[in-house]
């Protein structure tokens, strides 16, 4: 069964700092992955998406895929308080459907 | 812009009753479905519909049904609510073409079933 997983954290970083989120993936074949942004009691929303080996870039969030070591990153440059939230990874299921991974809450201290 | 909408914020209903959570997107995409999102369990998929009249059951599909007679619209239905089934819901979207696509989600309802 293909698996996504995080670390729940929290992961907290003072303002200005770059956090970096990682998330680790079971199917080797899988190559589209996504990031969704969730602000307490929201629902989630899209933020970035990468589709091949390598970085994305979209604004202050970059997307890394490394298809050999199987793992995900975001990173987020100048963090802001308000990047303070649960980020969730997804990676591709069958028929359209995504495995999520659970969350890695971001706390940044002003 | 994708918009889902999903019918209700929150919503009351009591234990035993029939429950209709009502989702409808606006860009014609094939694939719909219902998620359930509870603290320390993450997003559990329910049911999957990949066009209009067809479903297939996701990881949690017990207690609960579906409908899709068109395409914009895909309704969740608990047949007699029960407690355990409190809970924030959340349809998603996605085109039926293409390298995969991004799921886009509706704002969720926050269901509580007394």
């Known amino acids: 069964q293909k698996e996504v997983e995080q670390n729940s954290g929290p992961l907290s970083v003072p303002e200005g700092a770059i956090a970096s989120l990682n998330c680790t993936y079971s199917?080797?074949?899988?190559?589209?992955f996504f990031w969704y942004r969730q602000y307490s009691g929201k629902s989630p929303e899209l933020i970035m998406f990468?589709?091949?080996?390598g970085d994305k870039e979209d604004g202050r969030f970059t997307a890394q895929l490394n298809k050999a070591s199987q793992y995900v990153s975001l990173l987020i440059r100048d963090s802001q308080p308000s990047d303070s939230a649960t980020y969730l990874c997804?990676?591709?299921?069958?028929?359209?459907?995504?495995?999520f991974g659970s969350g890695t809450r971001l706390l940044v201290r002003p | 812009d994708v918009k889902v909408t999903q019918s209700s914020r929150y919503l009351v209903k009591r234990t035993g009753e029939k429950v209709f959570l009502e989702c409808v997107q606006d860009?014609?995409?094939?694939?719909m479905f219902w998620y359930r999102q509870d603290p320390g369990l993450g997003l559990r998929l329910i049911y999957f519909?990949?066009?209009?009249?067809?479903?297939e059951k996701g990881d949690i599909p017990e207690g609960y049904s579906v409908s899709r007679e068109k395409k914009e619209r895909f309704s969740l239905i608990l047949e007699s609510a029960s407690t355990n089934q409190t809970s924030m819901y959340l349809c998603?979207?996605?085109?039926?073409?293409?390298?995969?696509?991004?799921?886009?989600f509706g704002d969720g309802t926050r269901l509580s079933i007394l």
């Open positions: 519909s990949y066009d209009v009249k067809m479903k």
């Open positions: 860009m014609d995409h094939e694939n």
């Open positions: 199917d080797r074949g899988s190559q589209s």
């Open positions: 990468i589709y091949s080996n």
């Open positions: 998603a979207s996605t085109p039926g073409q293409g390298a995969f696509p991004p799921q886009h």
């Open positions: 997804a990676g591709p299921g069958s028929s359209y459907k995504l495995i």
